[in-house]
């Protein structure tokens, strides 16, 4: 029911262009997945969100089962029913709260106990839980609960959120009964070399059909993000699809690509949306600035998007000051669209031989720079 095939790969790099099968359609690689935490991406349609060419979305277990509760997701048949997408979803086990929601909750090996903070009762969370939470949900893929560590960290701080990682693993991976669900394991381990390569080769001895690396994009240094990078695609298995979480910035990404990793996710294109920011080929414009004002042209002339066949860089400047709700999903459209466009950028560069020309350098400290 999932398989993942390499089309073409970069004989420069490890860059490489898959399919990723799952039950609700193919993922083409590498590949920006849009966020949609409460089962819908912000602002956006599931119509407008297709027409973007996203093929998966992001939804995230924690803030499902506060709102509305996985009971009325599986009763509605499934997050595919419920949200009105029929593509591929993937759904996050929580496991970003225990880091995000550090102040609401307390950790120990069992598990996770958060304080809501909705009503502020107590909600518990293990790996069974966050599995039997996600199998409810329906998404294709399921990513396995672990601890992502603070930035900074001690050595022994990072150690103890490692091994718990690799301990609810062996739960998750005993607790999960769907096989019409892909579980994905996590890499932990933070900036440490050691750590992160002991992780890549745990996790990857479990034969699952994909692998994650989590902890980064936590407030740690962009160097850092790349040495994680580079360190841990090494140890992770060719023939699976791998995961960056929580990156979606352009030169992150190429540099991922270029070692191997296929699927990235990311809040900020509905993020500088909501406040009025358009990403424009690596710049972020503040459409609220009055150098708009009476600027006629395309937000970006050579992008397809709707917002750019359809308005103005006047008309978009007009809807954000006035605080107009489709000047935001203009703009998020346009953003989303942005990075979708990117990623297959470099899918097209890949299979015409021309990735480490077009898409480099990214293994010095200036900045790159894309002919996409």
Same mark, same amino acid.
């Given at each position: ?17 898959? *399919? ?7 993922? @083409? ?8 935490? =409460?089962? %819908?991406?912000?602002? &956006?349609?599931?119509?407008? /969100? ?15 089962? /506060?709102?509305?509760? $996985?009971? #009325? ?31 609401? @909750? ?8 958060? !304080? ?8 518990? +969370?293990?790996? $069974?839980?966050?599995? $039997? ?24 701080? =990072? ?14 991976? @005993?607790?999960?009964?769907?096989? @019409? ?13 050691? +750590? ?31 040495? #994680? ?10 023939? !699976? ?10 030169? $992150? ?9 296929? /699927?990235?996710? *990311? ?11 358009? +990403? &424009? ?6 459409? !609220? ?12 002339? %050579?992008?397809? *998007?709707?917002?750019? !066949? ?14 107009? =709700?489709?000047?935001?999903? +203009? ?7 942005? =990075? ?33």
């Amino acid at each position: 029911m999932f398989s993942f095939q390499i089309k073409a790969q970069c004989p420069k790099t490890f860059a490489r262009v898959g *399919c990723f099968h799952t039950p609700h359609g193919v993922v @083409n690689t590498p590949r920006f997945m849009p966020v949609g935490t =409460l089962g %819908t991406v912000k602002g &956006v349609s599931s119509e407008q /969100l297709l027409a973007t060419g996203a093929e998966m979305v992001l939804a995230n277990t924690f803030h499902l089962h /506060l709102q509305p509760g $996985e009971e #009325v997701v599986d009763k509605a048949g499934g997050l595919h029913k419920f949200m009105g997408w029929d593509r591929p979803i993937l759904t996050d086990s929580g496991g970003f709260q225990v880091f995000s929601l550090s102040k609401l @909750n307390r950790v120990n090996d069992k598990g996770v106990w958060f !304080r809501n903070p909705r009503d502020g009762s107590q909600i518990e +969370l293990t790996p $069974e839980r966050a599995i $039997e939470i996600q199998m409810a949900l329906g998404a294709d893929v399921v990513m396995a609960f672990d601890q992502c560590p603070a930035y900074p960290a001690t050595e022994n701080a =990072l150690e103890i959120a490692s091994k718990r990682t690799h301990l609810w693993l062996e739960r998750c991976v @005993n607790a999960h009964k769907k096989s @019409n669900q892909a579980l994905f394991g996590i890499v932990q381990g933070g900036g440490s070399s050691r +750590l992160r390569e002991e992780s890549a080769k745990f996790v990857s001895s479990f034969d699952l059909p994909g692998i994650a690396i989590g902890g980064v994009s936590v407030g740690e240094p962009v160097e850092q993000i790349h040495q #994680v990078i580079r360190k841990v695609s090494q140890f992770l298995p060719l023939d !699976r699809p791998r995961y960056l979480m929580g990156i979606g910035t352009l030169r $992150e990404m190429a540099i991922a690509v270029a070692n191997g990793i296929d /699927l990235f996710d *990311c809040v900020l294109p509905t993020r500088l949306g909501r406040h009025g920011t358009a +990403l &424009v080929r690596g710049e972020r414009w503040n459409l !609220r600035n009055a150098r708009f004002r009476n600027d006629h042209a395309p937000l970006d002339k %050579t992008c397809p *998007c709707f917002t750019c !066949r359809s308005h103005s860089r006047a008309y978009l400047h007009h809807l954000v000051r006035s605080e107009e =709700l489709l000047g935001l999903t +203009l703009l998020s459209l346009h953003n989303i669209s942005n =990075l979708l466009r990117f990623t297959t950028s470099m899918s097209q560069a890949i299979y015409d031989g021309c990735f480490a020309e077009d898409f480099a350098p990214w293994n010095n400290d200036s900045p790159a720079h894309y002919t996409w």
